[in-house]
Structures are given as C-alpha cells and as structure tokens.
C-alpha cells in the first residue's frame, strides 16, 4: 500500500446518485486521496437497528479491512433523501445515522466517525 497516501471510508446507500456527492463532498472537507466505498441500501437503517446479523458482519469486516490495510483516518456514514432501502424521513434518518455511529465508534473505538444526510438536491451536510 502506499502509506503516505491518505484514505478515508464511508459507509454509504448503493444509490449511485448519492456517489459522487458524497464522494467530492468528502474529498474537499478532509483531504482525502482515496475514499473507500462500503455501500449497502439505506445503511443507516441496518446498522441502527442491528437485526440484519450477516449484514451487519459484512459491514463491520469491510470497515476493518479499510481501517487495518488503508489505516482509513475517518469513516462517514450516510443517510439521503428518497431512499429506497430506507423509506424514513430525514428527522428520523438523522437519528438513525447517529446511531450507526454510535456502534461504529464501538468496532473502531479509534478511529473518527460522522454522519452526513444527502439533501433532495444532492447536496452533502454534516448530520
Ligand atoms: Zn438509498
């Protein structure tokens, strides 16, 4: 790997109109030079409710390899406007996206969390 290069992760919807947003937004606000991608439908629903087991396992494995091989510095999760994996309005996605963070931040006790909630314009804010 190339160690003096930086990388960050997020945990983001599968929806590819939320990519390049979150992506650009991301690459601007930190520095990045490489984001890994772990995307699932509407993650923040999974992780804040923690039933879907094998799921969830397959998130947290692929947030270690990112965290352990790239030394990922921050890991973003996301929430967005019309979601199809996650039909809750975005009060409620906010919370749910507050939660994930919660048992992220327990999986890597060191490594930086956030949320960001993706707008009905495509536009990333920190949530
Ligand atoms: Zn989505």
């Not at 947003?21 to 804040?48: F, Q, R, W």
């Not at 996605?93 to 006790?109: A, D, G, N, R, T």
């Not at 949320?115 to 990333?124: A, C, N």
Request: aromatic letters at 4%; a negative charge; charged letters at 25%.
């Amino acid at each position: 790997m190339e160690s003096n290069k930086k990388f960050i992760t997020t945990i983001n919807c599968m929806d590819g109109r939320v990519q390049l947003p979150v992506i650009k937004y991301l690459m601007e606000e930190t520095g990045a030079d490489y984001i890994d991608n772990i995307t699932e439908p509407g993650p923040n629903k999974i992780l804040s409710e923690n039933i879907a087991v094998s799921t969830v396992e397959s998130i947290r494995k692929r947030v270690s390899v990112s965290v352990e091989k790239h030394l990922s510095e921050l890991i973003a999760i996301i929430g967005h406007h019309d979601c199809g994996g996650n039909p809750a309005e975005r009060e409620e996605q906010i919370q749910q996206i507050q939660e994930s963070c919660k048992l992220v931040q327990e999986w890597q006790p060191d490594t930086k969390i956030i949320g960001l909630w993706v707008d009905e314009h495509w536009t990333v804010h920190s949530a």
